[in-house]
T-cell receptor, first 114, second 112 residues
Framework: EAQVTQNPRYLITVTGKKLTVTCSQN?????MSWYRQDPGLGLRQIYY???????DKGDVPEGYKVSRKEKRNFPLILESPSPNQTSLYFC?????????????FGQGTRLTVV | QKEVEQDPGPLSVPEGAIVSLNCTYS??????FMWYRQYSRKGPELLMY????GNKEDGRFTAQVDKSSKYISLFIRDSQPSDSATYLC????????????FGKGTKLTVNP
């Protein structure tokens, strides 16, 4: 089954403790992206990747890092999480540049930073 | 002025109604226009996308872009309770800074 898989689904952590949210797709898509979704602010793009080792900032990249060492994986790294990074995070992928990695979405990761 | 504006609703219609969902935008560089559906506690799913102006139809869904007015619409014909969800519009420019910008979504309920 074609899918984008994120882990973990739920995470509660403390301020400053580094964490990684993994994302993997099995569709051989070149484009992948990360979003955060907050009430009243909608869905905002954090980073996107157009291929292995090619990444670019979205609208809200501050406090986040990404890497794309393999085509199927695109982890999101929070080096020093803060409470304002409490949010619902989505990873997504696409085969076309048109939607810039936002065709197939994962199930979401609900992150709480205390 | 926000780049993409979308009325959050909520919008409630009876089953079988024609639904019209809309977004306006301010950035004239936007060339690609997308519509997503998001069920509660799920990730968004891409319904359709269009390039530049015009209409695109896919089953009961029709996307319309009017670049002169900076206005896009999604029409749902013969709406069903299963269409109850939040609908998000999104836009992207071509070349340059290719960020994908989303509207905040319109919550739709179709009542049986």
């Amino acid at each position: 089954e074609a899918q984008v898989t994120q882990n973990p689904r739920y995470l509660i952590t403390v301020t400053g403790k580094k964490l990684t949210v993994t994302c993997s797709q099995n569709m051989n898509h070149e484009y992948m992206s990360w979003y955060r979704q907050d009430p009243g602010l909608g869905l905002r793009q954090i980073y996107y990747s157009m291929n292995v080792e090619v990444t670019d900032k979205g609208d809200v990249p501050e406090g986040y890092k990404v890497s794309r060492k393999e085509k199927r994986n695109f982890p999101l790294i929070l080096e020093s999480p803060s409470p304002n990074q409490t949010s619902l995070y989505f990873c997504a992928s696409s085969h076309t540049r048109t939607v810039l990695g936002a065709a197939f979405f994962g199930q979401g990761t609900r992150l709480t930073v205390v | 002025q926000k780049e993409v504006e979308q009325d959050p609703g909520p919008l409630s219609v009876p089953e079988g109604a024609i639904v019209s969902l809309n977004c306006t935008y301010s950035n004239s560089a936007f060339q690609y226009f997308m519509w997503y559906r998001q069920y509660s506690r799920k990730g968004p799913e891409l319904l359709m996308y269009t390039y530049s102006s015009g209409n695109k139809e896919d089953g009961r869904f029709t996307a319309q872009v009017d670049k002169s007015s900076k206005y896009i619409s999604l029409f749902i014909r013969d709406s069903q309770p299963s269409d109850s969800a939040t609908y998000l519009c999104a836009m992207k420019s071509q070349g340059g800074s290719e960020k994908l910008v989303f509207g905040k979504g319109t919550k739709l309920t179709v009542n049986p």
